[in-house]
């Protein structure tokens, strides 16, 4: 891995969260991202709405399902809100 | 009466007559209707001496008291004994048990055999038996155009297809055209001659309590509210229903890609092309909440254009993973075939996946098929297969009887890459990532049917209400890779959708907390029919279907060693994303559900005090002989 | 008030007759589900095309309906294929559908104010 490269992630969106989307997939640039949380917010900048759909305000975020996150190596770990985000991820939101 | 009609239609196919019978009272309270009364039916009137394909096996229709309802979504269970011995069972939506209902009937139960092909035409209180020689042959379309037009009235069909007529196995009955119902009950139907069943009704469903029907009826379309649900579920099945989980099987490796070799694809279809591409407007069953459960769709380009049709639930293009292919055309190519002729897509997605691995390992040869080269993959070889199936013709004449039956006559050790429990082919249902599927699918009284334990997804913890007393760990049961309290939740799953499917309702409808908490179905039961009683005396109910239908299996032999999945299940892990084989952890399992369910370890035949306590007395005489011989 | 009417969208109905049976409740003997008692009528095509409901109502006799709130079809249909609204905002609702089916294929299966995600066009290599 070089020092100076951009880490990337790769979103999937299925069904309802590809119509608002406009996409199936995509490859996000991590940089500035740390966790699941962070994720939201910069997803929600792009696409207005979305965090409130993965975390409504006041509302339930349950891990088990809605995202589904799949490590390069294969590995695919319970997550939560706080859950590191790491380069080569595969996130699917549904 | 409130919601029961409580009338049983019998028809004597032999002797072109029909007669009605009153349901027992006590029968509706034990067993409530639908596919409960249907196994009593069953249980009672098709015993051990009966063979599937003589003229004493019986096929029955049956709908339950919230049918014309809305919440009783058109549902009906069609019952029959199926040619391997189990019970066949299927449910099926669509319109038609709306009108048999208000027709005045619950159940139609038919008898013997016809010598020529026949159809029947329920029409309010007239009931007719007419020649149907006009109508074999013909696809389903044309069935459903021709018996609108010789009637003359807008009658809702149930019939089979050529599949269905030339006794491929597990061809199923097609309901208002594309609804799908009962597998191995087509076959059943068209081996007794009879081509449709045409119904016609004006009359209506009375209700005992409508305001509060009403304001149960609203709790629950608000539990499915498309933005206030919490269920991630609903926003996108209620467009795409299966469709949405192409892409998170395939991220999971969920699919039985390359008849289960592999977990997942390169490249798989996904959903959402689907929709921007194909599909044309909805279509719904009687009555769903849901804004387009089914689609209709239309290939426009290419070289199958053309090809139009109907489709929900779309769990075929999920196993388009076990035959390699990830083509929409080819697919919905697939579906028009399948439902224009009544083969079910399961069986012929699995048996064709399976002789591809034949031939992929040389245990069959061009020669055997007929010049097609059966790879993965081969998008014409597929479609040109389905065909012979579904005529029967060289090759296909083979593969119609099902894999089980096909591998005997191969040989070769191709019996080692079958797919099947219980001689039946899977459903796309994972087993080696989800041990509660898995479990599940091994105790199954009709082969793997997913229907009678749908869905096994778990609910947000969060959102289960605190005063409910869930008889398993919600956490720990639905862990996927782990046996802890397997068999308690299996039970679960198995008694609340008996319950759900006796009512009727569909299971696929069953999201949020409708899956956990019986108390609002209590209430749409209690308000509709003015039957009342407990949660417990309700959640019984279920229990003793289920225990019915095991005793129903095991009078017929099966035990606890048929109780199993796939050898490769057991043995092979899931190379690409490696998830390990199941090994022993089944047996354990199993083990686990037969304690929970006051089952012998050993045989899984009922124990006496199990059936005494759910009232199932006359089961134990019938036991009681068994249990002298060997287990 | 001006005065509204029913306004259905045949592409958008499922077929699925939640109006005809909700309508049987709230305007018949009001305990009985009974097509022939309701007011609205889905003729559905056997060949699959296209579904056709017929309603010949004014909305004064839904005893279902809440005060002022949407009578009882309105609110029962899945996909919001049925709509009860003047002349005017008609017009604006159907041009602002048309438009938006162009855009994004879901709205081939309900309608943009059943719906209450954000959505986006397409872009088209991205499938």
Known sequence: MRENAIPYAFMKYVGHVAVMTGKTKEALDIDQVEDISGLLDRLDKQYPGFKEVFMPPGGIFNSRTGIILRRANGAAPVIDKNHPIQEGDVLTFW | MYGYTGKLLRVDLEARQARVEAVPEDWQESFIGCRGINTILLYKEVGPEVDPFSPDNKLIFGTGPLEGTPIGMGRISIQTKHPKRF??????????????????????????????PVYILIDDSRVEIRDAADLWGKDVREKNLILRRETGLPVEVACIGPGGERLVSDAKVMVTLDHAGGRGCGTIMGDKKLAAI??????????????????AYRRFRKLLDLKDTIDPFVPSWAFLSANMLLQMFSEQGWLHAYNAQRGSMESFLNGEEYLNEYVTRPESGFCCPFPACGRRFEVKKGKYAGVSGDEREGGFSIAAAVVGINSWPVMLKFRELCSLSGIDEFMAEYTIGWAMECYERGIITKQDTDGIPLTFGNEDAFIAMTEKIIAREGFGDILARGSQEASKIIGKGSERYLLTIKGRELEVMPQRNGYQMALALAVCEGGPDHTRWYPPYPPNPKSIPSDLNLPFDPVKAFQTRSVEDKGRLVKWLYDSRAILESLPTCVFIVRNILGIDLRPWLDLYATCTGYDCSLEAFTEKGERIVNLERAYIVREGFRKEHDTVPRRMLEEPIPDRNIPPMGENLGLMVDDYYLNRGWDLKTGIPNEEKLRNLNLDFVIDDLKSIRKGPA | MKKKVFVIDNFLCTGCRNCEMWCSIAKGNRDEFKPSLATITVSRDPEGK????????????????????????????PTGAIIFCDLKELKSRRAEYLELKKEQPLFRLIAPWKYPYPYRRWSSKEI
């Not at chain 2, 045409?198 to 304001?215: I, Q, S, Y």
């Not at chain 3, 839904?62 to 079809?73: Q, T």
């Open chain 3, 50 to 77: 296209v579904n056709i409901p017929t309603v010949d109502c004014d909305a004064s006799g839904c005893a279902l309906r809440e005060g002022d709130g949407l009578p009882i079809c309105v609110e029962m249909c």
């Open chain 2, 198 to 215: 045409a119904v016609h009704g004006t009359g209506g469903v009375k209700v005992k309590d409508p305001e509060r029907f009403l304001t």
């Open chain 2, 87 to 116: 019970i066949g069972e299927g449910g099926s939506g669509g319109h038609w048990g709306a009108q048999l209902k208000f027709a005045g009937y619950d159940y139609v139960v038919i008898e013997k055999k016809a010598d020529e």
